[in-house]
């Protein structure tokens, strides 16, 4: 088999004992439907991301319709994000009846740009029907964004403030993950991800333990006290316990993938850093899942063409940011306009990025590099 751009087999070789046995047990006990599985593995969730609680959904586009929900946002209301993500993020905010206001990123780190924020609120300030009411910041290509400063506008503005960590969970900026600054992270288990089931998954983590019963009820129909009294109008979102016994032995070896991703990070930035337009800039004390390697370079399809022919598969994310697809172009843009998003759009490209590289493959990737670059 050739090389792969995500290897989701050599983890499968790793751990096949212990996920098979895993879904045996579910399918002998049958409490498909939040079983035992489910709330072991998020009790474990919760504590690897530092979180009072975690609770399984089905999925990361749920994760956050469930948290904007919980954090009442509805009609009317404005929630800042980045156009420079995958559509979910705005879809979530628009599936509530919400306003997505499209901001710009960091040009080193593709993530929410403090300075455009606050030129988008006051924009938001200054428009009738809407108000401000949360920032949505996506942890790009795995790397937590600068909550340290988004943080600050959340409370200077009284805003709520998510984590879209559905790339980036398990990221941290000095040892402290999204939640130290957020009200809510998300995450997704779809299978390309850090940290990915077989087939559709999600969950919300907080420290807020309203939020924490809020969720729980609108994941399972707006449920209450009584099995037939339903308090809220609520969703169908939840993990299927064949998934969390999937996720269980995945997360048991999730913090050394994460080191093995910044091993691989390491040697494609110490081999690249000087040949490339741009590698990935990681911020001091931050670490990054590495969800994706992302390089800029002056011809992407001449790179993307020769690496093909060598067997080399890579990826773009995003030749169209949302604010450019057509179902989100009438949502607002801050009006400073997203100069960076659209600078980085043709010249990025993403090379095969998981924690089992190996290095004679790896090697092989960075000489295909550096010879379509040169
Ligand atoms: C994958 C992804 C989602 C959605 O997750 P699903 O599980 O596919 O619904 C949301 N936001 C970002 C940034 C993502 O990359």
């Known amino acids: 088999m050739g090389i792969q751009f995500i290897d989701l087999k050599a983890q499968r070789k790793r751990l096949k004992s212990q996920i098979d046995a895993g879904i045996q047990a579910v399918m002998e006990h049958g409490a498909f439907i939040m079983g035992p599985e489910v709330r072991e593995f998020e009790k474990q969730l919760a504590e690897f991301g530092q979180a009072k609680h975690a609770l399984g959904c089905a999925n990361g586009t749920d994760a956050l319709v469930l948290s904007l929900m919980a954090l009442g946002v509805g009609e009317g209301d404005a929630v800042f994000c980045p156009s420079f993500t995958y559509c979910a993020s705005a879809e979530g905010i628009a599936n509530v009846g919400a306003t997505p206001v499209f901001v710009d990123v960091c040009a080193d780190t593709y993530n929410m740009d403090v300075e455009s924020l606050k030129q988008a609120i006051i924009d938001i300030n200054e428009t009738a029907g809407l108000s401000p009411k949360a920032i949505m910041a996506v942890d790009i290509f795995g790397q937590a964004a600068d909550y340290r400063l988004l943080s600050q506008v959340a409370q200077a503005e009284g805003l709520k403030l998510i984590a879209d960590s559905a790339q980036g969970f398990g990221s941290t900026i000095d040892g402290n993950h999204p939640l130290n600054w957020a009200d809510i992270t998300t995450t997704s288990f779809f299978p390309a991800k850090p940290l990915g089931c077989y087939g559709d998954g999600g969950a919300v983590l907080t420290n807020d333990?309203?939020?924490?019963?809020?969720?729980?009820?609108?994941?399972?129909?707006?449920?209450?006290?009584?099995?037939?009294?339903?308090?809220?109008?609520?969703?169908?979102?939840?993990?299927?316990?064949?998934?969390?016994?999937?996720?269980?032995?995945?997360?048991?070896?999730?913090?050394?993938?994460?080191?093995?991703?910044?091993?691989?990070?390491?040697?494609?930035?110490?081999?690249?850093?000087?040949?490339?337009?741009?590698?990935?800039?990681?911020?001091?004390?931050?670490?990054?899942?590495?969800?994706?390697?992302?390089?800029?370079?002056?011809?992407?399809?001449?790179?993307?063409?020769?690496?093909?022919?060598?067997?080399?598969?890579?990826?773009?994310?995003?030749?169209?940011?949302?604010?450019?697809?057509?179902?989100?172009?009438?949502?607002?843009?801050?009006?400073?306009?997203?100069?960076?998003?659209?600078?980085?759009?043709?010249?990025?490209?993403?090379?095969?990025?998981?924690?089992?590289?190996?290095?004679?493959?790896?090697?092989?990737?960075?000489?295909?590099?550096?010879?379509?670059?040169?």
């Open 209 to 374: 333990d309203q939020i924490c019963e809020t969720v729980d009820s609108l994941r399972i129909h707006g449920k209450g006290e009584h099995k037939y009294d339903n308090v809220r109008i609520g969703m169908n979102s939840r993990l299927d316990t064949m998934q969390a016994a999937i996720l269980l032995p995945k997360l048991s070896v999730f913090a050394d993938e994460i080191e093995k991703r910044n091993a691989v990070a390491q040697k494609y930035h110490n081999a690249l850093h000087n040949q490339v337009e741009r590698v990935p800039t990681v911020l001091e004390g931050g670490i990054s899942t590495w969800a994706q390697y992302t390089i800029e370079v002056s011809d992407w399809l001449r790179l993307a063409t020769q690496l093909k022919e060598k067997g080399i598969p890579t990826a773009r994310y995003y030749p169209n940011p949302v604010h450019g697809q057509s179902a989100y172009k009438h949502f607002p843009v801050v009006s400073s306009g997203l100069p960076q998003t659209e600078a980085c759009l043709d010249k990025i490209i993403s090379l095969p990025m998981h924690p089992y590289l190996e290095e004679d493959v790896q090697n092989q990737i960075i000489e295909a590099v550096i010879e379509a670059v040169n």
